[in-house]
């Protein structure tokens, strides 16, 4: 019989990657707002840093659910190991 060392994992863990990519998205929005056109700037210039500002954010969702995804294998292989005897 192995000895184990029984773990408690509080419920205050803080998600760093995910704080991280809320932070990025907040700053988009604020380098946007920035970056936003004036009257005399050309068309275009809207719909593009929209575009941009949206593709920035899609991404890092992307990567954060990504992370998630990642953290969940991690779990379950260690269920899984847990398991064996």
């Given amino acids: 019989m192995r000895n184990k060392t029984a773990t ?3 419920g205050t863990d803080l998600d760093w990657k995910g704080l991280g ?3 990025s998205i907040l700053s988009v929005f604020f ?3 920035i970056a ?3 009257a005399d700037e050309p068309g275009w210039h809207l719909p ?3 575009v941009g500002m949206a593709a ?3 991404g890092m969702a ?3 659910k990504s ?3 990642d953290q969940r294998e991690i779990r379950k292989a260690e269920a899984k190991a847990d398991r064996r005897p």
Avoid: E
């Fill in 8 to 10: 408690f994992r509080a």
């Fill in 56 to 58: 920035s954010i899609v």
């Fill in 36 to 38: 936003w056109p004036s």
């Fill in 48 to 50: 593009v840093l929209i």
């Fill in 31 to 33: 380098l946007g707002a």
């Fill in 67 to 69: 992370h998630l995804d």
């Fill in 62 to 64: 992307c990567r954060y």
């Fill in 21 to 23: 990519y809320l932070v």
